[in-house]
C-alpha cells in the first residue's frame, strides 16, 4: 500500500466561463500533493463521479439555486469513493461513501466540510454506481419531482423529457408503478426500444425522426396530465398545447437551453397554463434531502425485487472530463453518466 | 308601459373575426323584434354589461376554456338587468338579475337556456353594476386567484398588474386585508396614486413612467412571493427575475398579448420556477361557480363596512360598444369598465 504522503492528487478545475458548449479550454488540470486528514477529518479515494447537466448552470456567474463554482476551483461533482485515511469515528478505512468529491481523484475533507460535503456511508452490494443513478441525485429528483410535486393519480397521462437519460428512466418507471399511462420522448430508435421494450414505458417518441406533434396526438389521445421537462424548447412549448385540464408540468431543467449563446427560448404558448387551469412548477432535489432516507428504502426495494431497471453509461479517465461531459448535451449518452475515476 | 311587441331589440353581432386590435369593421349592429318568453322563459331587459379583457379572447377561433363566439352571433356579455316578463315561477317581473345577457338591449331566455345563463336574482341595494364588478366575475376571479391558487400569508409581497383594472383592485384590497405588503403595477400616476392612496396599497409602480426593474427592487427588496398576472409579456418575464423562493404566480390574462399580431412572447426567465421552486398556475373564475355565494357574502360585508373600495368606469350607449371595449386594451380604462345600456 501506498503511502498517502508519496500519492499525487489529479484535479479537473474551472479555469473560465464558458460561452456554449465548454470546450477544454475552459478547464485547467492540476495535480496537488494528498495530505493527511487532520482531527475530524476523512480522506476518500474518488472510484466514480456523477455527470450531470446541472453541471452546467454551475459553470455560469450569477444566482441560481446554488453558488457557482468559482474560477480556478475544482469543479463540483458528487461521487462514490472509498474511504482511505480517517480520523472521524463515523467512517472507517475501507468505508464506501457518497460525497461531493468534485472532479479529483481524492478529496480531503477535514471536520468542518463533513455536513457541506453531504457524506453518508453507502452499501456497494446494490452496485457502486447505483448510489449516483437510482439511489443517487436523479433517482431522488425523479421521485420527488413526480412523486411530490406532479402527484400522479392512477390513470393519468405521464410524458416525459429525455426519457433514457438518468432521471426520464426513473420519472417513467416510477409513474409506471403508480398506474400511470407513460410515454416518453427520447433522441433515436435504440433509446425509444429500450424505454418501451426494457423499462415498460407505453409509448416513445424519437424526436430525432421529426413529428413530436403528431406522435403526443397519437400516444396521448386524452391529452397529457403530467409533463415532467427535462429539456425545455421547442418540445415544452408544444406539449403546452398538449396538456389536458389540470396538468402539472414539472421544471426539471432544460438541457437544450443551457448552451444557448442566445435568450432562453421562453413558452410561448404559456397561456395554455389559463385555459387549462394547469401549472408549471421548479424543483430542485435538495430540498427533500430530510426524505432522501425513505425515498432510498423504496427505491432500494424495488432494485431488489427487480421492479426497476436502470441503465449507466460509463466512461473510464478523469483526464476524459471535458469530452465526457459533453454527451449529455449532444445527446450521445444513453442511461446515467459516470465518469470511473479509478476501479477500487 | 310600452307592449313587448311594440320593442325593438337592438343587437352587436361578430361580423369577423379580428386580426390585431377589434375595429367597427368586426362588429355587425343588428336589430330583431322582441318575444314574449314561452312556458319557463324569462325576458330581461339589460341595463349594464361588464366589459372585460377575456371578451378579446371570445372572438378568436379555435379551442380555449370556452368556445368562441360564432360568427353572426351576438356578442357574448354578463350583465345586469331587470325582468320585464317572466313564465318562471323562480323570477318575477320588476325582479333584478344578473346573467349572460350578451351585447343586446333585451335578452329571452328560454327555459332550456336558464341554466346556461347563469341567471340569478340579484340585491340592487350595493349598487346595481356592484353586481359586475365586486360582486360579479373580477370580484370572484380576484377572490378565488388570490386566495385559492396564491394561497397568501400574513407579511408575505404580493404585486399586482393591472392594479387599477377591475381584477387587479379586488386582489391588492383582498392581499391587505390578508396582512400581505402590496404592490400594484398601473400606467399613470393618477391610477399608481389612486390605489395607493384610495385602496391603501402600500406601493405602486407606474410603468409607462418606465423602470419597473428599479421599482421592484426599491418597493420588493425581499422578493416577490406572489405576482398576479393580468397583463403578461414583458412584465411578467421581469417578475420572473424578482421571485422569491416558493413564490406562485397567478396567470390570470395576458392583456399586452390579445390583440398581437405577431406570436405571444413567451416568459424567456421561465427557469427562474426551478431556481426558485415557484410555481406559475393558470385560473379559471367559472370552475369556482359552487363557491360564488360564500365569496359575494363575504365580499358583500366588506363592502357594507367600508373595508373595500372599487371604482367604476361607466360608459352610456350601447352603440359606444365597440369603441369602448378598446378602453380596454389602450390602458384607457380606470376601474371596472361598464356599458350602461338602459338607466332602469
Redesign the interface.
Known amino acids: 500500500m501506498t503511502a498517502i504522503s508519496a500519492l499525487t492528487n489529479h484535479q479537473v478545475c474551472l479555469a473560465s466561463r464558458p460561452t456554449g458548449l465548454p470546450t477544454r479550454a475552459n478547464w485547467r488540470m492540476t495535480t496537488e500533493p494528498v495530505a493527511e486528514p487532520g482531527p475530524g477529518g476523512v480522506l476518500v479515494k474518488t472510484l466514480a463521479l456523477s455527470l450531470d447537466p446541472a453541471m452546467r448552470g454551475w459553470m455560469n456567474e450569477g444566482?441560481?439555486?446554488i453558488a457557482p463554482v468559482e474560477i480556478g476551483a475544482v469543479m463540483r461533482a458528487g461521487g462514490v469513493g472509498r474511504v482511505i485515511a480517517s480520523q472521524n469515528p463515523a467512517f472507517a478505512v475501507g468505508d464506501h461513501v457518497n460525497a461531493g468529491l468534485d472532479v479529483q481523484e481524492y478529496c480531503l475533507i477535514p471536520e468542518a466540510g463533513i455536513k457541506r460535503s453531504g457524506i453518508f456511508k453507502i452499501d456497494p452490494s446494490l452496485g457502486l454506481t447505483t448510489w449516483l443513478n437510482v439511489l443517487g441525485m436523479p433517482g431522488m429528483t425523479g421521485y420527488f419531482g413526480l412523486l411530490d410535486v406532479g402527484q400522479p393519480k392512477a390513470g393519468e397521462t405521464v410524458v416525459v423529457s429525455g426519457a433514457a437519460g438518468a432521471v426520464g428512466q426513473m420519472v417513467g418507471q416510477l409513474a409506471k408503478l403508480k398506474g400511470c399511462r407513460v410515454v416518453g420522448i427520447a433522441g433515436g430508435q435504440a433509446k425509444c426500444d429500450w424505454v418501451v421494450n426494457e423499462l415498460g414505458f407505453d409509448a416513445c417518441i424519437d424526436y430525432k425522426a421529426g413529428d413530436v406533434k403528431g406522435g403526443l396526438k397519437t400516444h396521448c389521445p386524452q391529452g397529457v396530465d403530467i409533463y415532467f421537462d427535462n429539456v425545455?424548447g421547442e418540445i415544452l412549448?408544444l406539449m403546452l398545447t398538449r396538456i389536458a385540464r389540470g396538468a402539472r408540468i414539472i421544471?426539471?431543467?432544460?438541457i437544450s437551453?443551457y448552451n444557448n449563446t442566445t435568450?432562453?427560448?421562453?413558452?410561448?404558448?404559456?397561456?395554455?397554463?389559463?385555459?387549462?387551469?394547469?401549472?408549471?412548477?421548479?424543483?430542485?432535489v435538495f430540498?427533500y434531502a430530510d426524505r432522501f432516507p425513505q425515498a432510498i428504502a423504496e427505491l432500494s426495494g424495488y432494485l431488489k425485487a427487480g421492479t426497476l431497471k436502470s441503465r449507466e453509461d460509463v466512461v473510464t479517465g478523469l483526464e476524459t472530463f471535458p469530452e465526457t461531459l459533453l454527451k449529455l448535451f449532444n445527446g450521445e449518452n444513453f442511461g446515467k453518466l459516470v465518469l470511473q475515476v479509478a476501479a477500487e
Not at 421544471?251 to 432544460?254: E, K
Not at 427560448?265 to 421548479?282: D, H, I
Request: net charge positive; proline share 6%; hydrophobic share 35%.
Open positions: 444566482k441560481s439555486y425545455g412549448d421544471i426539471c431543467g432544460a437551453q435568450p432562453v427560448k421562453g413558452p410561448a404558448n404559456y397561456l395554455s397554463l389559463l385555459v387549462n387551469r394547469a401549472r408549471m412548477e421548479g424543483i430542485v430540498d
